[in-house]
């Protein structure tokens, strides 16, 4: 095979809030490089996923989802999806199966419609949650959409991450509509993120189960030090991680903490595990809660905590 047949490029799969971009990104990976949440606007970061094979590499772009936003944090968010929008080769739109087509659908519809050189595919998620009359009149509900908006669908694929059906289908096709180009990563690098970056986003997942009303949006994560603890056995490494959650209020210090420190204990054990995976080493897990008062309308404070 010469260079000139290696295919390589981006792909973004964008939506709305909760309609299953991270889960299937996860699913495209067959590993974990992405929090999910049943939470709205759980993704506040682009993040690169990236499958290579023999002839061709495939770098997916997972975005947060696009939505009005009531707080600086949310426009940096949208402004950094739309920034995206404009460096891929093909963007994916994601709407559910089990739910009707609406206007965050069609605003992000239109605003990919007028991308010049993208490869534009719909792809029907959740599937795993319509019957069968549900799916097809999504399908051609989705057709519709397209054609109002000026959108030409390259695909429209139904497809369901948590039950891995048609997942293959969807990175085949997003691969075939690469072009020619080089190898933009190693063959075993899986994502771009950072390993800290990673990590803070594995605490702030195990801190989002549970919590309600506006309590999602206030938390934030930051990393302070990492490091593997010296005069271990090398059979038996053990990594120190020192971590701050920052919500808004001292009264959502309080929820979060919980009744004798019970919750925070709980948040602190569900992460250490999931890094543990990652990480393949044992973990010891200093976690502290912090007041940042509105950190999210916050320019200084956005800055300090990575927006």
């Known amino acids: 095979m010469t260079n000139t047949e290696f295919t390589s490029g981006f792909a973004a799969i964008v939506g709305r809030p909760n309609t299953g971009k991270s889960t299937l990104l996860n699913a495209a990976m067959g590993s974990k490089v992405a929090i999910t949440s049943d939470r709205p606007q759980t993704t506040r970061r682009v993040i690169r996923a990236i499958i290579t094979r023999p002839d061709g590499q495939l770098i997916l772009v997972d975005t947060p989802g696009i939505h009005?936003?009531?707080?600086?944090?949310?426009?940096?968010?949208?402004?950094?999806?739309?920034?995206?929008?404009g460096t891929v080769d093909a963007v994916a739109l994601c709407i559910p199966a089990n739910e009707p087509i609406g206007p965050g659908d069609r605003y992000i519809a239109k605003s990919i419609a007028g991308l010049s050189k993208s490869i534009y595919f719909a792809l029907v998620t959740k599937t795993d949650l319509?019957?069968?009359?549900?799916?097809?009149?999504?399908?051609?509900?989705?057709?519709?959409?397209?054609?109002?908006v000026g959108l030409t669908w390259s695909a429209i694929i139904p497809v369901s991450a948590k039950s891995d059906d048609q997942v293959d289908v969807v990175v085949n096709e997003?691969?075939?509509?690469?072009p020619t180009g080089?190898?933009?990563?190693?063959?075993?690098t899986v994502t771009d993120e950072p390993e800290?970056?990673?990590?803070?986003?594995?605490?702030?997942?195990?801190?989002?189960?549970?919590?309600?009303?506006?309590?999602?949006?206030?938390?934030?994560?930051?990393?302070e030090d990492m490091s593997l603890r010296e005069d271990r056995p090398e059979n038996f490494p053990l990594t120190d991680i020192?971590?701050?959650?920052?919500?808004?209020?001292?009264?959502?210090?309080?929820?979060?903490?919980?009744?004798?420190?019970?919750?925070?204990?709980?948040?602190?054990?569900?992460?250490?595990l999931e890094i543990e995976q990652f990480l393949g080493t044992a973990v010891f897990l200093d976690l502290r809660v912090?007041?940042?008062?509105?950190?999210?309308?916050?320019?200084?404070?956005?800055?300090?905590?990575?927006?």
């Open 68 to 85: 009005r936003p009531r707080t600086l944090l949310g426009e940096r968010l949208n402004d950094e999806v739309m920034d995206t929008y």
């Open 130 to 148: 319509g019957n069968p009359e549900q799916i097809a009149k999504q399908l051609l509900a989705v057709e519709k959409l397209g054609q109002e």
């Open 174 to 178: 997003l691969m075939k509509a690469m």
């Open 182 to 188: 080089p190898q933009f990563f190693p063959a075993d």
């Open 196 to 223: 800290e970056i990673f990590i803070a986003e594995l605490i702030r997942e195990a801190a989002l189960k549970g919590v309600q009303d506006e309590l999602p949006h206030s938390i934030a994560i930051t990393i």
């Open 242 to 272: 020192y971590a701050n959650l920052f919500v808004e209020r001292d009264s959502q210090k309080a929820i979060v903490i919980g009744k004798s420190g019970a919750r925070l204990k709980r948040v602190g054990t569900e992460a250490r």
């Open 290 to 307: 912090k007041v940042a008062k509105n950190w999210q309308r916050d320019p200084k404070q956005l800055r300090r905590l990575g927006f």
